[in-house]
């Protein structure tokens, strides 16, 4: 079962970006397509990003959608979510995901069912 740690949350102010990161252990981490989640207090979990195993596709929710950018480095068993022009609605713990369903040309899925694996959570705050 492959562990996940993310850091470089933080406090920052409207218009800042921020850099995450989900560092992966115990698992084969190019198996996995990888995803960002996060939860704003007293609401419910939503969908970020998601990345495939190779990093060639990529999706985003229409909120984020052209201020993040989902990457990741396979050698390094690490993924990114780049956040540029934060907005205060930004805020919210962000969650790293892993999917590890053996598909033969993986989904980038949106449900947090989906993914079998996830990490603690890093707080994300967003000044106004």
């Known amino acids: 079962q492959v562990q996940l740690v993310e850091s470089g949350g933080g406090l920052v102010q409207a218009g800042d970006s921020l850099r995450l990161s989900c560092a992966a252990s115990?698992?084969?981490?190019?198996?996995?397509?990888m995803g960002w989640f996060r939860q704003p207090a007293g609401k419910e979990r939503e969908f970020v990003a998601a990345?495939?195993?190779?990093?060639?596709?990529?999706n985003y929710a229409d909120s984020v959608k052209g201020r993040f950018i989902i990457s990741r480095d396979n050698a390094k068993n690490t993924v990114y979510l780049q956040m540029n022009t934060l907005k205060p609605e930004d805020t919210a713990v962000y969650y790293c995901?892993?999917?590890?369903?053996?598909?033969?040309?993986?989904?980038?899925?949106?449900?947090?069912?989906?993914?079998?694996?996830w990490g603690q959570g890093t707080q994300v705050t967003v000044s106004s």
């Open positions: 995901a892993a999917d590890a369903t053996d598909y033969q040309i993986e989904p980038l899925l949106v449900g947090a069912r989906h993914y079998d694996a």
């Open positions: 115990g698992g084969t981490f190019s198996r996995y397509v």
């Open positions: 990345i495939s195993r190779i990093g060639g596709r990529t």
